[in-house]
């Protein structure tokens, strides 16, 4: 399920970023390996290195804008890494109680702001 419009914000947003093509690519794979009900992205980066034709350090690039931008955010992990989500607020897969309870969890994004700064890109 998406949210259309702050969809919508979150690609204006990647456009106006430097590294759009490579945020935006991976920004449209990540979604294709989405957790149900959990919105975890479960892929590795080995398949995002081949499926994204990018490098291990435009990968982290492109994630670290993802998150700047709200589309994801991330948790750490008992062994220290972190595991990558999407912000509920713009896309998900599975049910609607299951997002509501993970929107719940999230900071909300402020589409005001976001419209600021996609208009003043």
């Known amino acids: 399920m998406l949210e259309p419009e702050h969809f919508r914000v ?7 970023e430097t ?5 935006s690519t991976l920004w449209q794979v990540i979604t294709t390996y989405l957790d ?3 919105g975890e992205v479960m892929v590795d980066r080995k398949t995002l290195i081949s499926d994204c ?3 291990s350090s435009r990968i982290s690039k492109s994630f670290k804008q993802l998150v700047d931008l709200g589309a994801l955010y991330r948790r750490k ?11 509920p607020n713009v896309c998900w897969r599975g049910t609607e ?5 993970t929107v719940a969890e999230v ?7 976001l419209h600021e700064q996609c208009a003043g890109a």
């Open 36 to 38: 149900w009900n959990t």
């Open 97 to 101: 109680e299951a997002r509501q309870k």
């Open 107 to 113: 900071v909300q994004l402020d589409l005001f702001r």
């Open 19 to 23: 590294r759009s093509l490579d945020t």
């Open 10 to 16: 979150i690609a204006k947003l990647i456009k106006a």
């Open 53 to 55: 034709e990018m490098d």
């Open 77 to 87: 992990k008992t062994d220290g890494k972190f595991s990558y989500f999407v912000n």
